[in-house]
């Protein structure tokens, strides 16, 4: 694990995604980066959708960890995803307790 990986977890709309992700069993299954948005209190839906459309999802991108089509706004795992996997099932695990 790098820097990156550690990124990529620190956002937790990015988590979000990843997780969801991660409970795809089909490496082509994707997910629709809409449906992972949970508005805070802080943040609305929209500044929520700008980020991860601006910042969150192509970070991922490159890291390599999702492909993503802008046009449907389908996410699948990226090429990269297994290097991530490990910790996204711990938080996967925490987050059922």
């Known amino acids: 694990m790098n820097d ?3 990124d ?5 709309h990015r ?3 990843l997780v969801a992700l991660l409970d795809e069993t089909s490496q082509d299954a994707a997910v629709h980066a809409d449906e992972t948005v949970d508005a805070g209190a802080l943040q609305t839906k929209h500044q929520i959708r700008t980020a991860m459309y601006h910042n969150h999802l192509p970070k991922l991108v490159d890291y390599g960890f999702i492909e993503w089509d802008m046009d449907t706004q389908e996410v699948v795992k990226g090429p990269d995803f297994g290097e991530i996997r490990p910790l996204l099932e711990c938080i996967d695990e925490d987050t059922e307790r």
């Open 4 to 6: 990156t990986t550690f």
């Open 8 to 12: 990529a977890l620190a956002n937790e």
């Open 15 to 17: 988590r979000h995604l």
